[in-house]
């Protein structure tokens, strides 16, 4: 083919993030090949192009014709399920590629995955980047989050198409090279913890507005609609209050909310934060507490089985008829419950990424990883300016929570946050998020800890030994002997 014709970039995989990007890329001037094994997409990827303003988008319908079709250097992203399918469209292009050509695998892959791939592609001359692509299907085609790990250089070869796919915002582009090996994806697997924990806690928020302080749909949208003027002003927030104004088209009857089963799916990015958290001693229970209600939503018929078995036991299902609330001081103390909460769930993901960058020498910059999330992606919230400018005055916080404006915040907010919590409790309502948060805010500023009890049961049964405040070194002491003659 004449270079002149030939797309400037690929994308293989035309589910619907796969065709939302390449319609994004196409629309902002970047002449795009596209495949998919099914020809069916690629039909209905071309027509949408051209229904779409008549976009530079070409749809091929084999490996090799996919790839000749591309400018050398070639840059081809593919957008497949993760896992065997990844390697198996890698293998049916890599054939037809030359030394120098890049892969960009957009979707969200195990990171250890993409450190072995990157491996393979460089045996072969071939350069390769894990992107992280958040913001659903509405961000990838008007404008996501990039999240690019890998070759340096393959990021310098196709960064000015990114920079202009990505959302805008005020201080550039929300892309940035991450860093190498799989810190595209590790990054995009805790930016999706991170909106475990957020999701979670929001539901919590409703729960407590609804079921303590009897709000209606309608009043909780327009609660979410002021919340999202505010502090709190997010993506997840924005969308929540129009979840609660959508009416059932189904039955006419009602809102739609009401009618949806409340069991929650997943993926497993979740469950891969809270593994690898483990794996790094860092502390994330707002993230665990919400991977285990997504767990807890699943036991749908054992919940309903229990439910009947306590109220039989005398349990009070009826909570709203315990005691009297003020709605008005409820309604503003969940605000302040759920800022504080949402802000301890941050820094469990950053203290996880910064954990990880140190164990693989990523060289993780949190400040710009707090800027890219500023727009495009689920997480996207206005308090993310205020995240990165905390690591901008220090790069070394230990804690987002001991930065000196969100320490102020957190001490402002914690009597309401208790108040929700422990009205929660009485109310029979589980909050375990909030109440993670608050919990990991106590542990996280106390100077002394019931530690010493555990580690002194430690060496009573195991010898391990303990530490002094008093005295350096580790000590030892026969307790059941000393225990014995202090009972004489």
């Known amino acids: ?81 993760a896992g065997a399918p990844v390697d198996q469209t890698i293998a049916a292009l890599a054939t037809h590629m030359d030394p120098g050509d890049t892969i960009v695998d957009g979707g969200n892959e195990w990171y250890e995955n993409t450190e072995r791939r990157v491996s393979e592609a460089s045996a072969k001359g071939l350069l390769y980047l894990g992107m992280g692509v958040s913001g659903g299907e509405d961000g990838a085609r008007n404008g996501p989050s990039l999240m690019p790990g890998g070759s340096h250089t393959a990021y310098l070869n196709i960064h000015h198409i990114l920079d202009k796919v990505a959302a805008q915002v005020d201080d ?130 054992e919940r309903e089985e229990a439910s009947e078995i306590f109220k039989k036991e005398g349990l009070n299902e009826d909570i709203n008829s315990v005691g009297t609330v003020d709605k008005k001081r409820l309604i503003d103390d969940v605000r302040q419950a759920l800022y504080a909460s949402k802000i301890c769930s941050y820094a469990q993901g950053m203290n996880l990424l910064r954990a990880k960058s140190v164990e693989k020498g990523w060289n993780l910059n949190l400040g710009e990883l707090a800027r890219i999330w500023k727009g495009g992606c689920i997480i996207r919230a206005v308090f993310l300016d205020r995240i990165k400018q905390a690591y901008q005055r220090n790069s070394g916080l230990a804690n987002l929570l001991v930065d000196p404006e969100f320490a102020r915040e957190m001490v402002q907010r914690q009597a309401a946050w208790r108040r929700v919590v422990g009205l929660a409790i009485q109310k029979g309502i589980s909050v375990p998020g909030m109440s993670a948060s608050l919990q990991y805010f106590d542990t996280y500023r106390r100077g002394r800890l019931p530690a010493n009890l555990v580690q002194a049961q430690r060496d009573y049964f195991g010898a391990h030994t303990y530490e002094r405040i008093d005295l350096p070194g580790a000590f030892h002491t026969e307790w059941s002997k000393l225990a014995r003659k202090a009972r004489v």
């Not at 709000?215 to 609660?223: F, K, M, R």
């Not at 129009?242 to 497993?268: A, P, Q, S, Y």
């Open 1 to 81: 083919m004449e270079s002149a014709t030939l797309s400037q970039i690929g994308l293989a995989g035309l589910a619907v993030m796969g065709q939302n990007l390449a319609l994004n890329i196409a629309e902002k001037g970047f002449p795009i090949s596209v495949y998919n094994r099914t020809t069916s997409k690629v039909d209905e990827t071309v027509d949408r192009a051209q229904r779409e303003g008549g976009l530079p988008l070409f749809g091929q319908y084999s490996p090799k014709e996919f790839v000749l079709s591309i400018k050398k250097p070639r840059s081809i992203i593919i957008l497949v399920k």
């Open 172 to 301: 550039g582009p929300c892309v940035t090279y991450i860093g190498e090996g799989g810190s595209g994806n590790f990054v995009k697997m805790v930016h999706n913890g991170i909106e475990y924990g957020d999701m979670q806690l929001i539901s919590e928020a409703y729960d407590v507005l609804k079921n303590v302080g009897g709000l209606s749909n309608d009043e909780l949208a327009e609660i979410f609609t002021e919340w999202n003027r505010g502090e709190l002003e997010s993506f997840l927030i924005e969308i929540t209050s129009d979840i609660f104004r959508v009416e059932d088209e189904e039955t006419g009857n009602g809102h739609l909310v009401d009618k949806i089963l409340d069991k929650t799916g997943m993926k497993g990015t979740g469950k891969w934060t809270v593994q690898q958290a483990a794996e790094l001693s860092i502390a994330a229970p707002t993230i665990a507490a919400s991977l285990d209600s997504r767990y807890m939503s699943g036991l749908k018929e």
